[in-house]
């Protein structure tokens, strides 16, 4: 399989970035780690591994970046307006720097975003801002109600808004926005003992009010928020 390296100086975060890029051809599909992960995680969770098949038959193609959430939402040392503001930056970083990278060898015209947990938040909600950019997303076991997690402290200003699906989503009515999210595939996948199920309900049922396919898949057979099950899931959907 292969296997490279790559690491930048991200102008949008003002620090290095890096990465692991599985592959070399097939859909491209960036990969967001779970709270305060690193771009390793995948990897070494047997992630990669589960669906080695697949990238090695050059079916999908996976750019597993780095997470800055311990300078963003998990920064206790800091207002939460910079935890947001934060945030904000990463999202730049992966819309201007890491989507042009990811196309630059290929011109399909299809992304998709992943992540498990907390990097499952971050998959979809980059897909759901960017729906021009990402027109799929697989979330396993995401976790999407930040207010409740205590990460804002009760902050609010329209970046926690606009990153924060279960507030945007209910009043999304820009039809040229809910029309491109109509095109795309989304996949919400989680447990029946996994923490997080209701929230994915939630999201579910926002998606589908405003019209957006998405299909929400809660495993049985005593499903959990772990690894082991996110690697059956990977290998179930992508």
Known sequence: MRREYRKWFSQALGRDMEMLVFGQDGLPVIVF????????????????GAIADKIEGRRVQLFCVDSVDGESWYNRS???RWRIARQVQYEQYVV???????????DRPHLAAM?????????????????DIF????????????????????YYDDDCYFNLPLDYLPNLSEMRILERLR????VLATGVHDQCWNENERLAAA?????????LDVWGDNARHDWPWWQRMVQAYL
């Open 33 to 48: 780690p779970t709270s305060q992960g690193r771009f390793y995680e995948f990897e070494d969770r047997g992630m990669v």
């Open 78 to 80: 800091v207002p939460p």
């Open 96 to 106: 201007n720097e890491v989507v042009p990278f990811a196309r630059k060898d290929h």
């Open 115 to 131: 992540g498990c947990s907390f990097g499952g938040y971050h998959a979809v909600n980059m897909s759901l801002r960017h729906p």
């Open 135 to 154: 027109t799929g997303c697989l979330s396993m076991s995401g976790a999407f109600d930040m207010k409740s997690m205590g990460f804002l402290n009760g």
């Open 183 to 186: 095109q795309n595939t989304y």
């Open 207 to 215: 998606m589908r009010s405003k019209g957006i396919p998405v299909r």
